[in-house]
């Protein structure tokens, strides 16, 4: 079955980074387009950036862009998201995504971002 594992958060100050991995069985990795998702509390669940199943093309949220980095290692079935110069806005819990008929999710991982 498809499972999707997101690790990486925690507590960061304001201008800090953090690195997030999804790590995806259960399906052929390699031949699907792959997101990261966040959901701040109260909130409803937002796209943060996508990228291409060979990793060559991406795109980003207008509020993520020139911070954030998406990318992929198809050897490893893993996918990353690099956060740099967080923001206390970014605090919320991060999701992978895959589609393939249905929308499948990891579990998520909390990024709070205080001082």
């Known amino acids: 079955q498809v499972q999707l594992v997101e690790s990486g958060g925690g507590l960061v100050q304001p201008g800090g980074s953090l690195r997030l991995s999804c790590v995806a069985s259960g399906f052929a990795f390699s031949r699907y387009p792959m997101r990261w998702y966040r959901q701040a509390p109260g909130k409803e669940r937002v796209l943060v950036a996508a990228?291409?199943?060979?990793?060559?093309?991406?795109s980003y949220a207008d509020s993520v862009k020139g911070r954030f980095s998406i990318s992929r290692d198809n050897a490893q079935n893993t996918m990353y998201l690099q956060m740099n110069s967080l923001k206390s806005e970014d605090t919320a819990v991060y999701y992978c995504?895959?589609?393939?008929?249905?929308?499948?999710w990891g579990q998520g991982t909390q990024v709070t971002v205080s001082s």
């Open positions: 995504n895959y589609v393939y008929r249905i929308d499948y």
């Open positions: 990228i291409s199943s060979g990793g060559g093309s991406t």
